[in-house]
């Protein structure tokens, strides 16, 4: 049972990569009365964030938003455009690649998986030079899509999707080019008309700041094309009866009317700053989380600095060591909630999520806990990561921010 009284005094920090902490512009936003969603008002709302989402996949095509968490758009994804025993192939990236494989076989469909060898399993992103190499052998295109991961929350590495699609066309080959870029979307660059991508899954609960409860589909016309000849079974996440209502600004089914409040609210937030600037401010947070990392000399999940990901770290413990157990002791003791390792990483790593609705001050406060978390747990560290965050972000302001505070001072 949850008990509000769990956390007595001060704010919680959740710094898990998703869901992330939502702003209080919008809970006040999901806490107005509910409107009829057949009415006029709503029909205004529906086409005005319709409208507004499109601009943040970079896309002037249609994207579909469902009453769902992310792994139902994955499920729409494949059941929109696949036939039951088409193969796709699929590139291991960690726990939410296997995942979305886990669930093409249950579809009825024939996921071929790319791995890496046992040392950079699940350490590197996607290397599209393999996923060409591939497409080519396929002479009779039996592959019908290429489904990879674009940030991979399990492990902090944020993949080349324009690689990917490079791959594609120079493989001359007709697969769609399938992302889930559930945790990088309004947190990293990413752009799926100009990278050529088919059909785009994404959630609320990342970078939108939202909770958990609405999830996306960014379609191109190719995508749309191949789903009139699709035949695996769909009702609920069918494209065309959700396209046809959604022209008016409606959805055939009742929509999460609140979570759309929501939605619009999180949506003129991020336009306003600037898609540009927000992807600056989690770079920088995320630059200064490395460095503390760094500092205290422990490793890095992601083993390629220039896929590190903007939204999170991956922390990897000495192997004496039970990250498991120092999550624990990181709650137990500051009201700090860290993000777990998972599947083949669990217990080895913990995970920091540098997203949202966050500050400076937030990460401060965030590798303070860890870094005493770590102590209290026996491990050695080479040196205070806190202290080089700070500095990281002193001598490094984020934009529009004086560089020198006494700057404008009388003197």
């Known amino acids: 049972m ?3 009284d769990r956390h007595p005094s001060g704010r919680h920090f959740l710094q898990i990569p998703g869901p992330s902490p939502v702003p209080d512009r919008i809970l006040r936003a999901m806490s107005l009365p509910t409107i009829d969603h057949r009415g006029p008002e709503f029909g205004e709302i529906g086409l005005e964030l319709l409208g507004k989402i499109q601009r943040i996949f970079k896309t002037e095509h249609p994207v ?13 994804a494949l059941a929109n455009t696949m036939s039951p025993g088409d193969a796709v192939l699929m590139f291991e990236t960690g726990h939410f690649a296997s995942l979305w494989r886990q669930m093409a076989r249950r579809l009825g469909l024939e ?5 890496l060898d046992e040392a950079q399993r699940w350490r590197y992103g996607v290397q599209a030079d393999r996923i060409e190499a ?3 052998e396929d002479r009779e295109h ?3 899509a290429v489904c990879v991961v674009h940030n991979e929350t399990s492990t902090g590495v944020t993949s080349d999707i324009a690689a990917v699609r490079r791959a594609i066309d120079a493989a001359g080959h007709p697969a769609l080019l399938m992302v889930d870029t559930i945790s990088g979307l309004a947190s990293a660059d990413y752009r799926h008309d100009e990278w050529g991508v088919d059909v785009t899954v994404s959630g609320s609960q990342k970078g939108l700041m939202l909770p958990p409860g609405i999830s996306f589909n960014a379609l191109s016309p190719k995508a749309m094309e191949r789903s009139k000849r699709a035949t695996l079974p769909r ?3 069918a494209w065309d009866e959700i396209l046809a209502a959604n022209a008016t600004g409606y959805w055939p089914y009742t929509p999460n009317t609140n979570l759309l409040y929501g939605l619009n609210e999180s949506l003129d937030m991020l336009l306003d700053e600037g898609l540009d600037n927000v992807f600056a401010r989690h770079e ?3 630059e ?5 990392v760094h500092a205290w000399g422990l490793a890095i999940q992601c083993q390629e600095p220039a896929l590190y990901s903007p939204v999170l770290t991956g922390v990897v413990m000495p192997e004496e060591i039970d990250a498991d157990q120092v999550r624990r002791t990181i709650y137990e003791r500051f009201d700090l909630s860290l993000g777990t390792g998972l599947g083949r990483a669990k217990g080895r790593m913990f995970r920091i999520g540098h997203l949202g609705d966050c500050n400076d001050l937030t990460l401060i406060a965030t590798l303070g806990g860890c870094e005493a978390g770590l102590k209290l747990c026996g491990v050695e560290l080479f040196g205070s990561g806190m202290q080089a965050a700070l500095e990281f972000f002193a001598d490094n302001p984020a934009p529009g921010t004086p560089a020198n505070p006494n700057a404008s001072r009388d003197r």
């Open 288 to 292: 200064g989380v490395r460095r503390a």
């Open 2 to 4: 949850l008990t509000l």
């Open 142 to 144: 039996r592959l019908k």
């Open 64 to 76: 579909i938003i469902y009453p769902a968490s992310g792994t139902g758009a994955w499920e729409a």
């Open 235 to 237: 009702s609920f996440w």
């Open 111 to 115: 996921p071929e998986f790319i791995e």
């Open 134 to 136: 591939r497409l080519r």
């Open 284 to 286: 920088r947070w995320g």
